[in-house]
């Protein structure tokens, strides 16, 4: 059996550090994991999160060991998860699923933040191999312990990806929530300055509808004020005639008024001399 460990320091947050671990595949260091699927996953009544994946790999073992223990194409391992959001810290737990028999990988991984300093993480990473029932198994043994070393590096490099990865993501999304506000004030000034429009055409519209009712009023004062001016005038015109007509029949009246009295003298005259009373 062979032990293997290793410790790293990361220089963000536990929380990004994390959402990193579950986002790691697939990424272009690590190509050799290809499929990876949820079995089972369960919140606690201490509200730990518990999580069962299994994952499908293409190992790139060299062709010797190949041969020798007959490994497939694609190989199966388990990984048993928990996530303590209280203490911040998720340790993930992997084993080789083919071909347990004869090689086996039990991996464990520790992400928990740095109590000197809340903005770091912590990275602890332990392995276990053991080859058994064939020959040199020490040497197949310090091969898989090798590729450990070189993985782990991949492994961290590939964190270290999805973090700034996630960074990007975030100011992107907090980029879109701000131009999706914009938006939305836009879309209200928008609305606001519309209404403010239809309330203009609206305004426009009745003082239209007002000039055009002035106008008509005063069409109609013009045409009534006329007729009355032309009534008026025709009135005064009778007016003038009838007093004419009245001033000549006065006149008439007067004349006839004056012969009368003449021939009332004339008479009276008559009378007196036929009396034989002297006129004086």
């Given amino acids: ?18 959402e990193a671990a579950w986002k790691k595949y697939p990424n272009e260091h690590n ?26 790999s293409h190992w790139n073992f060299p062709a010797l060991l190949a041969t020798v223990l007959g490994l497939p194409e694609m190989c199966y391992a388990v990984e048993h998860s928990e996530v303590d959001l209280k203490e911040q810290k998720m340790t993930l737990k992997m084993v080789n699923y083919t071909f347990l028999g004869i090689l086996a ?17 912590c990275l602890t990473q332990d392995a276990k191999i053991s080859v058994q029932g064939i020959s040199f198994s020490g ?17 961290r490099t590939a964190i270290e990806q999805v973090v ?18 914009l938006k939305l004030d836009v879309d209200s000034a928008t609305t606001k300055l519309d209404n403010e429009f239809h309330v203009t055409e609206k305004l426009q519209a009745l003082t239209k509808d007002l000039d ?31 007093l004419d007509q009245i001033t000549v029949r006065v006149g008439h009246i007067d004349t006839n008024a004056g012969v009368v009295e003449s021939q009332r003298k ?5 009378a007196v001399k036929n009396a034989g009373i002297g006129v004086k």
């Fill in 1 to 18: 059996m062979k032990l293997w460990t290793k410790e790293h320091i990361f220089s963000h947050p536990w929380k990004n550090v994390t």
């Fill in 31 to 56: 190509t050799n994991v290809t499929a990876i699927d949820v079995l089972d996953r369960k919140v606690s009544e201490d509200g730990k999160l518990s999580t069962t994946r299994i994952f499908g």
């Fill in 105 to 121: 990988v039990e991996e464990t991984l520790v992400y928990q933040k740095d109590k000197e300093n809340p903005n770091t993480t």
């Fill in 139 to 155: 040497y197949f043994e310090d091969l898989v312990v090798s590729n450990y070393d070189v993985n782990s590096v991949k492994g």
């Fill in 164 to 181: 700034n990865k996630i960074k990007i993501e975030n100011i992107l999304d907090t980029v879109k929530e701000e131009l999706c506000e």
């Fill in 212 to 242: 055009n009712a002035t106008d008509l009023i005063n069409t109609e004062l013009s045409k009534f004020s006329s007729y009355l001016s032309e009534e008026f005038h025709q009135l005064v015109e009778r007016l003038s005639t009838e």
């Fill in 266 to 270: 004339i008479n009276l005259t008559d």
